[in-house]
């Protein structure tokens, strides 16, 4: 693709660094028929070929972006199923990413939209907050229709149940079951810890039953991909750094064999925290080192040995790739090999490449056609289940869990739920 910086442009190094992506674009429009959002309002302008453009054009005029052009960006979901498609390697993650921030510095949006996103940006990514928004939203929701359909959606999103913490306060230590096979610190995350308490304790429990002497530490909070996504790329720097510098005390310490994530969309962000921080001299080589050694769960479930399943009848299982896991880290076959290695029987659903409308705070921002695509990825299910006599829906990303959730009545898991369970854990209260 031709671009037009300016030789002045041109001494940035992310515009170098964005031009050189740009040059791998050879508009063969292979990506255009993977857009959830192109399959959906059917529009060149919310493909990815049709952003690629728009962006291009937003960055080489420089100044305030063009309305048109926040439209197109904001409705992209950062699915990143146009990087699985595309066969010439265009890095459309840290395209959209820069677009994000651009257009979060340079345009001024309307009142509602701003407080809007400032507000999710200062109470998602901390647990306490959200927990007592959700509160609020549940307190709020018979009269929330008052409220406009946006802030009525959101509400109405606030799960019945919100449960209480469930892990202890602070730095913890898990040890392993019989001999320490590997030594590991596991990412809580910051809404999955409100919305699924149940998610991490699975999680330690399957790792420590394998051999992992688990630490979870009080500094590490949220990896930043919710203010990322926002646009607000100082914020999720800031994120990012906090867990750096955590992580590293404990390499520092008695060293670490991994950082495990089990939620997707986190797993992805820190695996990019090397790009995050690649003009940064004091953090480059930190960033670097963090994000090679962070694992998603089934990542590190591979690299141990499953023990044959202590459940014997177990229901045969729907599985849901979450984006950030299919492509954003290229991982399909490890989840639904570890399932079927336990005793799960896996099902597909059909246009398993779709997003399910989740990706962070998009369901909130977006909640039209976050709500199209979640009936999308929702109708055919039934038929998925009744051929195959499917039970539950797993899926390894909190994000699309409670998506998900909102549309049926099928219970739903994550994928480490189950292989707990599995393995001799409790089985998941939902089902
Ligand atoms: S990230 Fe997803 S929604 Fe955005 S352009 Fe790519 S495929 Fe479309
Ligand atoms: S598939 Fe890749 S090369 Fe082809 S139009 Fe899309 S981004 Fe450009």
Same mark, same amino acid.
């Given at each position: 693709?031709k671009?037009?910086?300016t030789?002045?442009?041109?001494?940035?190094p992310?515009?170098q660094?964005?031009?050189e992506?740009l040059? &791998?674009?050879? =508009?063969?429009?292979?990506?255009?028929?993977?857009c959830?959002?192109?399959? $959906?309002?059917?529009?060149?302008?919310?493909?990815?070929?049709g952003?690629?453009y728009?962006i291009?054009d937003?960055?080489?005029?420089?100044?305030?972006?063009n309305p048109?052009?926040?439209?197109?960006v904001?409705?992209c979901?950062?699915?990143?199923a146009?990087m699985?498609a595309?066969?010439?390697?265009v890095?459309?993650?840290h395209?959209i990413?820069?677009a994000?921030?651009?257009?979060?510095?340079?345009?001024?949006?309307?009142?509602?939209?701003s407080v809007?996103?400032a507000?999710?940006?200062?109470?998602l990514?901390?647990?306490g907050?959200?927990?007592?928004?959700?509160?609020?939203?549940k307190?709020?929701?018979?009269?929330?229709f @008052?409220?406009?359909s946006?802030?009525?959606?959101?509400?109405n999103?606030?799960?019945?149940n919100?449960? &209480?913490?469930?892990?202890?306060d602070g730095?913890?230590?898990?040890?392993a079951e019989?001999q320490?096979? &590997?030594?590991v610190?596991?990412?809580?995350?910051?809404?999955?810890?409100?919305?699924r308490p149940? +998610?991490n304790?699975a999680? +330690?429990?399957?790792l420590?039953?394998?051999?992992c002497?688990v $630490? $979870?530490?009080?500094d590490?909070?949220?990896?930043?991909a919710l203010?990322?996504?926002?646009?607000?790329?100082?914020?999720a720097?800031?994120?990012? /750094?906090?867990?750096?510098?955590?992580?590293?005390?404990?390499?520092?310490?008695?060293?670490?064999d991994?950082i495990?994530?089990?939620?997707?969309?986190?797993?992805?962000?820190v &695996?990019?925290?090397?790009?995050?921080f690649?003009?940064?001299?004091a953090?480059?080589?930190l960033?670097?080192?963090?994000?090679?050694l962070?694992?998603?769960?089934?990542?590190?479930?591979?690299?141990?040995?499953?023990p044959?399943?202590?459940? @014997?009848?177990?229901?045969?299982?729907?599985? =849901?790739?979450?984006?950030?896991?299919?492509?954003?880290?290229g991982?399909?076959v490890?989840?639904?090999? /570890?399932?079927?290695s336990?005793?799960?029987?896996v099902?597909?659903?059909?246009?398993?490449?779709?997003c399910?409308?989740?990706?962070?705070?998009?369901?909130?921002?977006?909640p039209?056609?976050?709500?199209?695509l979640k009936?999308q990825?929702i109708g055919g299910?039934?038929?998925v289940l009744?051929?195959?006599?499917a /039970?539950?829906?797993?899926t390894?990303? @909190?994000?699309?869990?409670?998506?998900?959730?909102?549309?049926?009545?099928?219970?739903?898991?994550?994928?480490?739920e189950?292989?707990?369970?599995?393995t001799?854990?409790?089985?998941?209260d939902?089902?």
């Open positions: 693709m671009t037009e910086f030789s002045d442009q041109r001494t940035n992310i515009i660094a964005i031009e992506n040059r &791998k674009c050879v =508009h063969c429009g292979f990506c255009l028929s993977a959830p959002t192109y399959s $959906v309002l059917g529009d060149e302008r919310d493909s990815p070929r952003r690629i728009l291009k937003m960055l080489e005029q420089g100044g305030a972006p048109e052009i926040v439209t197109h904001d409705r979901l950062s699915c990143l146009c699985s595309c066969p010439s390697g890095h459309y993650q395209y990413d820069h994000r921030a651009y257009v979060e510095e340079h345009h001024q949006r309307p009142w509602f939209d809007l996103r507000a999710l940006a200062i109470v990514p901390y647990a907050r959200f927990r007592l928004a959700l509160r609020l939203a307190f709020a929701q018979p009269v929330a @008052i409220l406009g946006q802030l009525a959606a959101m509400i999103m606030a799960p019945a919100i449960q &209480k913490p469930t892990l202890p730095s913890q230590i898990y040890p019989g320490r096979k &590997k030594r610190a596991l990412l809580l995350g910051c809404a999955q810890k409100v919305l149940s +998610i304790e999680t +330690i429990r399957l420590t039953r394998l051999g002497e $630490v $979870v530490s009080n590490v909070g949220c990896c930043g203010t990322h996504h926002l646009g607000k790329d100082d914020a720097r800031d994120f990012a /750094q906090a867990n750096i510098d955590a992580w590293q005390s404990e390499i520092d310490g008695e060293g670490l991994a495990v994530i089990n939620a997707a969309g986190c797993g992805t962000e &695996k990019d925290y090397a790009y995050l690649k003009e940064d001299p953090y480059r080589e960033a670097q080192k963090i994000s090679d962070t694992k998603d769960i089934s990542e590190i479930v591979a690299d141990l040995e499953l044959s399943a202590a459940v @014997i009848h177990l229901p045969a299982v729907v599985y =849901h790739d979450a984006c950030s896991l299919m492509h954003g880290q991982i399909t490890a989840p639904r090999q /570890q399932l079927q336990v005793g799960f029987d099902a597909e659903i059909p246009g398993r490449h779709y399910c409308g989740s990706a962070g705070s998009y369901n909130l921002l977006q039209e056609m976050a709500g199209q009936d990825r299910l039934d038929d009744s051929e195959n006599g /039970q539950i829906l797993a390894g990303n @909190i994000g699309c869990l409670v998506q998900l959730a909102s549309g049926t009545d099928i219970p739903i898991v994550h994928t480490v189950l292989l707990d369970w599995a001799g854990g409790p089985r998941p939902n089902l």
